[in-house]
């Protein structure tokens, strides 16, 4: 086949240069010019009349149930048929795995494409997992004008892409997993689905700057995204969606990886909760929400005197500059002496949590250490910590005392606000704080 014309052009300021440059001479900034086409291909059609809303049908294809609730989740119910979903993850999460064990569950033809392994690599997988599906093509191939012909020849139901920085166009110069070449490839995969209604699963490593393909150039193609995270050293796997077409986003997935793949965690708060300390200061619960979803995760606090001129500050799992904010009130507003302490927070199990919701559990974490009391392993907190120390309510209070009653606590600190509107919710006890001095009066430390 005949290569397309194709010209860099500099993202930033748009100058066009017929080789790669480092540095786009006309703005200076470095990085910038990514293969594109010389002239985009423009589709005319020969009518192009609007269709009244009222007459378009509800979803055009319906949804594919993968058969593993905690994907179905994410994805909103189901795979919408074609659509394009992309997962994301640092190498060695489980991306693969995962892929593999819904393609066998799934029991519709799928086509795994995979240009990083071998056939046999993926057979020793699947040996592990106990797949032995035959409905499942595997393709070992990088270019992607032959994907797309195996594709329309064999007719899959879903279209698997491991990974997406190893495949390639014959139309583009640049090399796989270049900015060029990931976008063209993607747009045609997605092109490719929508036409023929075949689902997609495009496969993304998250480069070292912790986006996917370099500038997150494949989020606006692609109907879905999901991030695929967990932490080194522990089995937890979470499954978010940042994007969804189909479905509410900031929704999870909680897997476990254990020696026969990932296995789906239903109850994720009974989980994150069972090695909690009993009676020990700077450990406490916190009720947050990820999606619809309550969890209910351990807090840590480890507040020591620091040796150095410049205390250190860390946290593992939650925003480090929301933590100084709420020393800062604490210091304020509480009156704690903090300066010459050190102060390290993380929530167990690897779990990420970005809900300010989570500020009030933080707060007593950091008090329950420097005072040296520990808080009731009844209690949990939820609400977030404003500037002069008040406490703001927050939403779904009612899902979140829920879910607290049901794993068996019994003792809840949460914004006033929240308090006035609730009905009482059976077996626990529920404290109203208007300010943090008054949540932490509750908990008696
Ligand atoms: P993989 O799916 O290959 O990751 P990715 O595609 O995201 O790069 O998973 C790799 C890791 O998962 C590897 O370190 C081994 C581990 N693993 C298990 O612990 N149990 C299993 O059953 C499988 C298949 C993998
Ligand atoms: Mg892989």
Redo the contacts with the bound molecule.
Sequence with gaps: MAKEKTVYQCQACGFESPKWLGKCPDCGQWNTLVEEHLAPKRFSRATAHPEPLSSIPHEVGGRLSTKIAELDRVLGGGIVRGSAVLVG??????????LLQAAAKFDLPVLYVSAEESPEQIKM?AE??GIRSEKIGVLSETLLENIIAEAKRSRPELLII?SIQTIYTDEMNSAPGSVGQVRDCAARLVQFAKQNGVSVFI?GHVTKEGMIAGPRVLEHIVDTVFY?EGQKGHSFRILRTVKNRFGSTNEIGVFE?????LSEVENPSELFLAERPVNVSGSVVAASIEGTRPLLVEIQALVSTSTFSVPRRASLGMDLQRVNLILAVLEKVSGLHLAGMDVFLNIVGGLRIDEPAIDLAVAAAVVSSLRNRPISPQAFLFGEIGLSGEIRAVSHADARLKEAAKIGLKEAVIPALNREKLKAINGLAITGAKDINQALDALGI
């Design positions: 993850g640092d190498p060695g999460i489980g991306k693969s795995t995962l997988r592990r997992l491991d496969v695929f990886m254990t020696d026969a793949g």
